[in-house]
């Protein structure tokens, strides 16, 4: 073996496992394997859970409250490594988006990246968070549709998205916010929402995401309720159910199209389950009421989906569903065949959908110059040389 090789296996021996991204049965089982007892766990994970999700902890030996014995046992078995920063790229309206390497799960896969993006707005914050690396399905607008799947995210790697964006926003007890940027308003939670909207399917995940979203929920940490998390789906129909009566997030159904054969084209995935069984089961989500309305999200491609015959048939389709409509102008990406439909087409689309009685917000773009725009998600430095992912890896440490 050589030198270089020899050291490689080395470092990766060494290397210890994180704690932080646990959730509390894994991370019970992580201290009966360092030998804490069985009768102490319980007390032991509320103690950890606090330093880790409530303070945002990086050190074992910051935890006051935990015995010095076992803050040392700690940190001789574990860490409390984040997904690292690979890239930070900070769009012109406040956008944030970062690259973040996961490790590799199993010895001798290769690490890769993974995208999440924080969006800012005066009264609240939400962070788009990828469940997949990759994603299996082919929906043709999507950029990530692009990418094969590699692996689905552990349910740590979901968790670690949230604690990298807390740790570069400043939002831990005590934190500084970062100097010169757009951010909410003082006051306001920096973090108030999460959407499972970056690469992937998350239903396709269904455990990792339920997990983490326990986690990111749990109220004497990250504290994010249910409700300010929601899960779209390109509309894997038998996972629905599950979602809303085992996790209770609100809903986000990718339609795009009104009719089965467009949107067969658009999404093909709707050639498995097409749009009247997908209704059915937004119908009887769990919980699903006036006051936790299903989004629907309807991406505007230019003389394919975008004429007032649509947004009617739009509009008569989701009749009886409590709904929101959610409008997002396309996002382009080097290489697709479709276009954004025209600012004219996208209003008069909105008012048929408004005179129908639903608000119709047009998502507007955000983050498009730095590629942070709903599917315009993918791992960019797959493409890139190892010479050019140096040269990114030290603009990240010299930013
Ligand atoms: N896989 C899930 C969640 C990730 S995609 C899903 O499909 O719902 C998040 C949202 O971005 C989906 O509504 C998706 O259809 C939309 N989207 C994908 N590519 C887009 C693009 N290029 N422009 C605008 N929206 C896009
Ligand atoms: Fe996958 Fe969603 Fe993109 Fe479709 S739109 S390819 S389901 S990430």
Redesign the pocket.
């Known amino acids: 073996m050589s030198l270089a090789a020899t050291l490689k296996t080395a470092e990766t021996a060494s290397k210890k496992p994180s704690l932080a991204g646990l959730g509390r049965v894994a991370l019970a089982e992580a201290l009966a394997a360092i030998g804490v007892p069985a009768d102490q766990l319980r007390m032991r994970v509320s103690q950890l859970w606090h330093w880790i999700y409530f303070r945002g902890t990086h050190d074992f030996s910051e935890m006051t409250s935990v015995s010095k014995t076992l803050r040392a046992m700690l940190a001789e078995h574990y860490t409390l490594t984040r997904p690292e920063v690979v890239v930070e790229q900070v769009s012109s309206d406040g956008t944030r988006k970062w690259l973040l390497r996961v490790a590799a799960e199993t010895p001798g896969e290769k690490p890769y990246e993974i995208e999440t993006v924080y969006i800012p707005e005066a009264d609240r914050g939400t962070l788009c968070v990828s469940s997949q690396i990759g ?1 299996t ?1 082919t ?1 043709t ?4 549709g692009t990418q094969p799947l590699v692996r689905n995210l552990s349910a740590a790697e979901i968790v670690g998205q949230v604690m990298v964006a807390r740790d570069r926003l400043g939002e831990w007890p005590g934190a500084a916010r970062p100097e010169e940027a757009i951010l909410p308003t003082e006051g306001a939670r920096m973090i108030s929402n999460i959407v ?7 239903l396709y995940n269904f455990d990792n995401v339920k997990t983490a979203i326990e986690t990111i929920a749990d109220g004497d940490g990250l504290s994010i309720g249910k409700r300010r998390i929601t899960v ?3 509309g894997v129909v038998p996972m629905i159910e599950p979602l809303g009566r085992e996790v209770g997030t609100m809903l ?3 339609l ?1 199209a009104a009719r089965d054969e467009l949107r067969e084209e658009l ?1 093909p995935l709707n050639k498995k389950y097409p749009i009247a069984e997908l209704l059915e089961a937004c119908r009887n989500y769990p919980g699903v009421s006036n006051a936790k309305r299903i989004t629907f ?1 309807y ?1 505007m491609l230019k003389g394919v989906n975008d004429t007032p015959a649509d947004a009617k048939a739009l509009v008569k389709l989701l009749k009886g569903i409590p709904a929101k409509i959610n409008l ?6 080097p290489g ?1 065949k479709y276009e954004c439909s025209d600012w004219e087409t996208i209003e008069r689309f909105s008012e048929i959908v408004f005179n129908a009685g639903y608000a119709s917000p047009v998502r507007t773009p955000r983050g498009r110059d730095i590629l942070a ?4 998600l993918k791992s960019e430095t797959q493409k890139l040389s190892a010479r050019e992912r140096m040269a990114l890896r030290a603009m990240a440490m010299t930013d």
């Open positions: 994603c399905l929906c607008f999507c950029h990530t499972f909207m970056g690469m992937g399917e998350p779209s789906t390109s986000a159904v990718s795009h999404v999200e991406v997002i102008p396309f996002n382009p990406w697709t725009a709903c599917g315009q």
